[in-house]
């Protein structure tokens, strides 16, 4: 007979296997003793049920004024008493630390930015033309094969076959002169 397990239980399950640092089925049968299968339709019923997420958070649109209002008090801060203020305040430190970069850069980072991306087209524009070249390679190879013709090879009377005109190997200078029939 199994045992029931309680339903706060299933829900540590479910936020191990699917949570920050998740493991696998497997191994976390391995780690608590519950049934493998047990965990997976646990984590099966869980997906199947509807979601009751909270109402999202409306996103704040900062003022120039706001945001030098923060960055003025949070220059005086360091550590966790920053981290603190950014909190209390609503500013995410990736936020900040973008305001505060603009600041310093003092709107240079847009000109910047614009050199790197021209700069970066005309690279991949250059890589582009260059993996087309190498693409057409094979295929010029193969469209130019049939007017090389047969390759040269000599007979035993010394003329090239396909070439009765000709001349016998070491008359170089009769084949300039065009003396050689």
């Known amino acids: 007979m199994t045992k029931p397990f309680s339903v706060a239980f299933k829900q540590k399950m479910h936020a191990r296997l699917t949570g ?3 493991v696998s089925a497997t191994q976390l049968a391995r780690e608590t003793g519950v049934n493998q299968q047990n965990l997976s339709r646990w984590l099966q019923e869980a997906r199947s049920l509807p979601i009751m997420a909270d109402q999202p958070k409306p996103v704040r649109m900062w003022t120039v004024e706001q945001k030098a209002r923060v960055l003025a008090a949070a220059s005086q ?10 909190e209390r305040e609503g ?11 603009a600041l310093d850069e003092g709107g240079v980072a847009s000109t910047s930015t614009n050199k790197r991306i021209r700069q970066l087209e005309r690279e991949l524009a250059r890589k582009e033309k260059a993996l087309a070249e190498a693409a057409a390679l ?3 190879k193969k469209k130019w094969t049939p007017f090389m013709g047969r390759t040269r090879t000599t007979t035993p009377t010394g003329r090239t076959r396909g070439n009765p005109r000709s001349c016998p190997p070491g008359a170089d200078l009769r084949r300039a002169f065009g003396t050689c029939l």
């Open 20 to 22: 920050r640092n998740a």
């Open 138 to 140: 094979p295929v010029l």
């Open 77 to 86: 801060l360091d550590g966790g008493e920053l981290t603190a203020y950014l």
């Open 91 to 101: 500013v995410k430190r990736a936020e900040y630390e973008q305001w505060r970069l």
